[in-house]
């Protein structure tokens, strides 16, 4: 049997939710067998540090030394639970010593096949800004649209929020989950039908789903990225 090995605590609500996603989903598919996992809980400050500080090569080696230890423990493949460092993935996966699945690139796989053309994004302000899922869905011919700067500002600080005292603010990441916020980023996904022409609404962060699983109310298709990539997980699990 071969065994996942995960990257998670960035954060860690989202990193419960995938590990309950692949037991479940694996569970349904090889008929009631668990599958064999591996996470390693590592330091949300410290890594989203590196990414504010535009830190790369630190980000790298950081994430390049965890994913050892998961390698270490027996894993044959591995992933990162969270969107934001797949800002540095292409490095990381050439020098990781074991292969890795992208969240960025199984959800534009999956936006290809659904026959999207232009998508809206949320996420924290560091995956928006950060270019890598403009990149890559451009690879399939897909357009990948931000919300105004008004609007970033408000779903990053409900996503992370500032740090204070070693502690992020934001109500996502410390599991907060609250109808308001939900209304207040439907909005948002609302606004950009009208004004951008979107087709459908990229979740990009692991956190996201948790609060907006229900495309009805936003009335557009929501890409849920961490859902998309527990299937490719999965899939892999089983190969």
């Known amino acids: ?11 860690p609500e989202s990193t419960v939710d995938y590990y309950r996603q692949i037991v479940a989903r694996h569970r349904e598919r090889a008929g009631g067998a668990y599958p064999s996992i591996v996470i390693n809980s590592v330091d949300l400050i410290k890594m989203t540090g590196f990414v ?36 540095v993935f292409d490095d990381l996966q050439r020098i990781s010593p074991i292969p890795m ?32 899922y403009t990149d890559v869905f451009a690879r399939s011919g897909i357009t990948v649209v931000l919300p105004d700067e008004k609007e970033q500002e408000y779903v990053h600080a409900k996503y992370l929020g500032d740090l204070v005292n070693g502690r992020y603010t934001g109500e996502l990441v410390n599991g907060v989950f609250l109808p308001e916020t939900r209304k207040e980023l439907t909005k948002i996904i609302q606004r950009m039908v009208a004004r951008d022409g979107i087709d459908a609404l990229v979740l990009g962060g692991t956190e996201l789903p948790l609060l907006l699983r229900d495309d009805g109310e936003a009335g557009i298709p929501l890409l849920d990225t961490a859902t998309i990539h527990v299937e490719s997980i999965v899939e892999e699990l089983l190969r």
């Open 1 to 11: 049997m071969k065994c996942v090995g995960i990257i998670g605590g960035i954060g």
């Open 52 to 87: 504010a500080g535009r830190q790369l090569d630190a980000l790298i080696a950081y994430l390049h030394a965890e994913v050892s230890k998961l390698a270490r423990a027996g894993a044959d493949f591995g992933l990162l639970a969270s969107n934001t460092p797949h800002a």
């Open 101 to 132: 699945i992208s969240i960025v690139e199984v959800a534009s796989a999956a936006a290809a096949r659904r026959h999207f053309r232009r998508v809206g994004l949320l996420a924290t302000r560091f995956t928006m800004r950060g270019g890598f």
